[in-house]
């Protein structure tokens, strides 16, 4: 929607403090309309993608 709430900074540097990237943090904090539980499951939600992507790589890879 056109009326998203912009990142806090108070959230950007809670999310930074959790050691997330700082433009992923403002990504996800835009993503969540700067809901910090909701920035941070997109945070971890990612993380686990990625994670489950390489995995699957390696796994495929290895079959060959």
């Known amino acids: 929607s056109t009326n ?3 990142p806090s900074q108070r959230n950007i ?3 930074l403090n959790m050691g997330f990237d700082k433009s992923d943090a403002i990504d996800a904090l ?3 309309n ?3 539980e909701g920035a941070t ?3 971890l939600g990612d ?3 990625q994670l489950s992507r390489e995995v699957a790589v390696r796994t495929t ?3 060959e």
């Open 4 to 6: 998203t709430i912009a």
């Open 13 to 15: 540097e809670d999310l």
């Open 30 to 32: 835009k993503r969540s």
């Open 34 to 36: 700067n809901d910090l």
């Open 41 to 43: 499951r997109i945070l």
């Open 47 to 49: 993380a686990d993608e």
């Open 61 to 63: 890879e290895g079959w």
